[in-house]
């Protein structure tokens, strides 16, 4: 793997000499980027098999296009192949409910003093009222 500029690269090689190469944005993680290419490279040798040595210049377009379209579609959303993403997505979460929480207790503790000083007021407006 290596960067230019925005863009990442990931490359693998088999045993035929066949090289997987994916190409995607320099944030998106390593890992499912190889989790993409060892895809591609299982699904590739399972529908093209050998095909891939002896056939002609883009004859497997066609056949190669419809599942790497799926499996382009099936990496795009980080959160689904990548466990590690979603929980990390989910730990955000809570993070700004509970930070929601926090200034919602703050909020009432700062109503509360009010309170505790309105009703120390009244008590000492009705020790007034009890002297007369």
């Known amino acids: 793997s290596f960067n230019v500029g925005q863009l990442a690269w ?13 190409v995607c944005d320099g944030k998106y993680p390593q890992r499912c980027a190889h989790m993409c290419l060892e895809e591609l490279q299982r699904t590739f040798v399972s529908k093209c098999g050998d095909k891939a040595s002896t056939s002609k210049d883009r004859a497997l377009d066609k056949q190669a296009s419809s599942f790497m379209q799926k499996i382009c579609q ?30 919602a207790a703050l909020q009432n503790c700062v109503k509360l003093e009010s309170i ?6 009244l008590q000492q407006q009705a020790g007034g009222f009890k002297r007369n």
Do not use: F
């Open 116 to 121: 505790e000083k309105a009703a120390e007021e």
């Open 74 to 103: 099936k990496y795009d959303n980080v959160a689904e192949v990548d466990k590690l993403a979603a929980v990390a997505r989910k730990v955000d979460t809570v993070k700004i409910v509970m930070q929601e929480n926090v200034d």
């Open 10 to 22: 990931h490359l693998i090689s088999d045993d035929q000499g066949l090289i997987y190469v994916v």
